[in-house]
């Protein structure tokens, strides 16, 4: 590109970037209408467009110089200039013209050209300024309609206003040049009308068509469709242009009823709330723009109430109808079901719309009796416990949303109580009636059978439904006596046991459902006893009379004829029935009541003279001692059996020697059948 047209080509672009610059600043003012904005436009391009053609740089070799029109260095001039001489003299004028009117001439030196292109230039940015500035001070030219720019658009739009909502929004007034002349949030409350019932101005009218909950617009409204040529006492002058920056809190209709929109249902809907119910549940409540104005939960205290009767706002009573437990869902209420047009004086402003996020804790009816589900009942069921009876169970005690507040089996203890008796709760003591050993069942309880509106003041609140899922252990009657099944016994059972008797029998011992406590087979030996002398428990003993060996029983011996109250620590249960398979292994028998001695034949005469070996007159205890195991050994008396040798010994030397100075004298001496208060010989 030659040097020349370079040059010409930069000047253009600044020209033209002058023309940008003005048409930015221009559209920058704007409140400006378009009209004025394309007539500047114009205008400026028009200008640049002559500048830039008075300026133009033909090249060289098609402009002609100074020393055009003149002769050669041959004294000649050129062929096409004498043919066209006449062409170029009006060409001439023409030029002359254009020069007169202000604008360069084509035919001047490249140095000239230079110096007048940069004025030019000078001259364009110069203009440039002058007429932004005169575009932005220029008097407010009115607008056609209403503009809105949206600022703020929330991801999620439920419900945008229509025409004959109702809405409550803040508002920012303010002029074109930013100076504000009046807002909602000065004054702490919203802004709250009917859209489309020419309650507002036309323009906000318009604006607030189509707005969602928490966006925000700005909205510019001309002259007409706002106070117009009267404007609005000293606030608002005449044709003036107003902006306001628009944030809608809340819509509604008069139409509207209570919205429900479920988000959570538990898998078991076994009942759902209806009228008259008492419920218990959590909740957060906002205003329809998210504001929180009250949550049960920041209280830790459920809200406890009954539903359908008026002591709920209408929308609530509405909303909590048909919830099963457990489920969650969003209540949303205009203000005519809610606090209405006077809020609620603190947190709820008016006319507002209520949203109650609500998960339902419990539900029962003052009609509610207890009710027993999920029965596993065992076979066979030989008896059901009756009002009265002493039963043992576990139990894991929940609420009716599942909460865990007790168990016996973290304790690995069972609830021991009488039942029927007032000893429980009303709920319980009614469903554990008709229960079988063994059995599991489900007791629901209302909070008028179970710990009222009180609760128990820690883990059970107030009003609540109990749910215990018990395991029936074992129950008796403090009436009962031993229960004696004979499972086997021999075809030839003529000796049976009574007291007195020694017997050796095997056993196995367990509580009613079945947890193992011993059994003598594990030892590879007999348990052995005198039927009688209170070496067992009484309902053992009771099992044992009249047994012949070989026989084998079934035993069900209740607390009060087994281990008591007490129980045997880490073995048996306090209270529990205790179940004994036996059999007889061998039998001996016993001596007669009250004696630990009989002699086998009839007594020496001189027994007292055999007994006093060193005849000294009086019976030493190694005497006495001596001459009793003889006798025995020699089949001519016998002690009692199942004890202790020596100690019966030991219990008749004393008995003999009455005044206990170690020696018994013929005088203290004598036999059983002359004494009624001694066991002696």
């Known amino acids: 590109m030659h040097v020349n047209e370079a040059y010409s080509t930069v000047v253009v672009c600044v020209c033209w970037s002058c023309v940008g610059d ?20 114009i205008s400026a391009v028009r200008y640049c467009a002559c500048v830039i053609r008075g300026t133009q740089i033909l090249p060289f070799n098609s402009i002609p110089d100074r020393d055009q029109g003149k002769k050669t260095r041959t004294g000649s001039r050129r062929p096409e200039e004498s043919e066209q001489s006449g062409e170029k003299r009006k060409r001439k004028r023409a030029i002359t013209t254009v020069t ?7 035919f001047l030196s490249v140095k000239e050209r230079r110096v007048k292109m940069n004025q030019c230039v000078h001259g364009m940015i110069y203009l440039a300024v002058l007429v932004a500035f005169a575009a932005c001070d220029a008097p407010p030219v009115p607008l056609d309609d209403i503009v809105i720019e949206k600022t703020f658009v929330p991801e999620q739009c439920v419900r945008a206003v229509k025409v004959g909502d109702y809405v409550r929004y803040h508002y920012n007034g303010m002029f074109p040049d930013g100076k504000k002349f009046d807002s909602s949030y000065d004054r702490s409350s919203t802004y709250n009308v009917y859209v489309g019932k020419k309650q507002l101005i036309e323009g906000m009218d318009r604006a607030l068509v189509g707005m969602c909950v928490n966006e925000r617009r700005l909205v510019k409204i001309p002259p007409q469709l706002a106070y117009g040529k009267e404007g609005y006492g000293d606030v608002i002058p005449s044709d003036a242009i107003l902006h306001f920056d628009v944030l809608l809190l809340d819509v509604w209709n008069p139409d509207d009823v209570v919205q429900m929109k479920t988000y959570y249902t538990p898998e078991n809907c076994s009942r759902k709330v209806e009228v008259s119910d008492y419920v218990r549940y959590h909740y957060n409540g906002t205003l329809l723009d998210g504001t929180l104005f009250d949550s049960s939960h920041t209280r830790m205290r459920t809200y406890d109430t009954y539903v359908g009767i008026g002591w709920l706002i209408a929308g609530m009573d509405q909303g909590l109808l048909g ?13 005519s079901l809610g606090y209405g047009s006077n809020g609620d004086g603190s947190d709820i402003p008016q006319q507002a719309s209520l949203v109650f996020d609500v998960v339902l804790l419990d539900l029962h009816n003052p009609k509610d009796g207890v009710s027993i589900i999920n029965q596993d009942i065992p076979q066979p069921c030989h008896r059901k416990s009756v009002a009265g009876d002493f039963i043992r169970y576990h139990y894991n005690g929940s609420l009716l949303d599942g909460t865990f507040f007790d168990s016996s089996y973290s304790r690995n203890r069972t609830y021991d109580t009488y039942v029927g008796k007032g000893y429980v709760i009303g709920g319980m003591d009614e469903g554990l009636i008709g229960v079988c050993i063994g059995e599991k069942r489900r007791i629901i309880i209302p909070p008028h059978l179970g710990y009222g509106e009180e609760g128990t003041g820690t883990k059970i609140p107030g009003s609540a439904v109990l749910v215990f899922d018990i395991h029936i252990i074992d129950f008796h ?12 016994k021999p075809v030839v059972c003529e000796t049976l046991a009574k007291k007195g008797d020694f017997v050796k029998y095997h056993y196995n011992a367990s509580l009613m459902d079945g947890s193992f406590i011993d059994s003598t087979y594990n030892y590879g030996k007999t348990y052995n006893i005198v ?41 048996v249960p ?16 016993g001596l007669p009541d009250g004696y630990m001695f009989i002699w086998n034949e009839d007594v020496s005469a001189d027994l007292f003279t ?11 205890a190694s005497e006495f001692s001596d001459y009793i195991l003889r006798q025995v050994n020699e089949g001519k008396g016998r002690l009692a059996p199942g004890f202790d040798a ?25 036999l059983k059948a002359d004494e009624t208060t001694h066991d002696e010989l």
């Open 646 to 670: 020596y100690r019966i010994i030991e219990n008749m030397f004393s008995n003999q020697d009455r005044n206990g100075d170690g020696k018994i004298t013929e005088d203290e001496f004598k």
């Open 531 to 571: 039927l009688g002398a209170n070496q067992v428990v009484p309902g053992m003993e009771e099992g044992l009379k009249e047994m012949c060996v070989g026989e084998r029983r079934h035993l069900v011996i209740p607390p009060h004829l087994g281990y008591g109250e007490r129980g045997v620590d880490g073995e």
């Open 100 to 106: 007169s009117h202000g604008y360069p001439p084509y």
């Open 323 to 335: 919830m099963c437990v457990g489920e969650k869902r969003i209540i949303t209420m205009p203000p």
């Open 610 to 620: 055999e007994m006093d070996a060193d005849k000294d007159l009086q019976v030493l």
């Open 477 to 488: 009657n403090p009436s009962d006596t031993v229960v004696i099944t004979t499972n086997y």
């Open 574 to 589: 306090a209270s529990a029935v205790l179940i004994f398979d036996i059999e007889m292994i061998e039998m001996e028998a």
């Open 22 to 41: 003005v048409v930015y600043l221009v559209s920058s003012c704007d409140y400006r209408p378009s009209v004025w904005r394309f007539h500047v436009y």
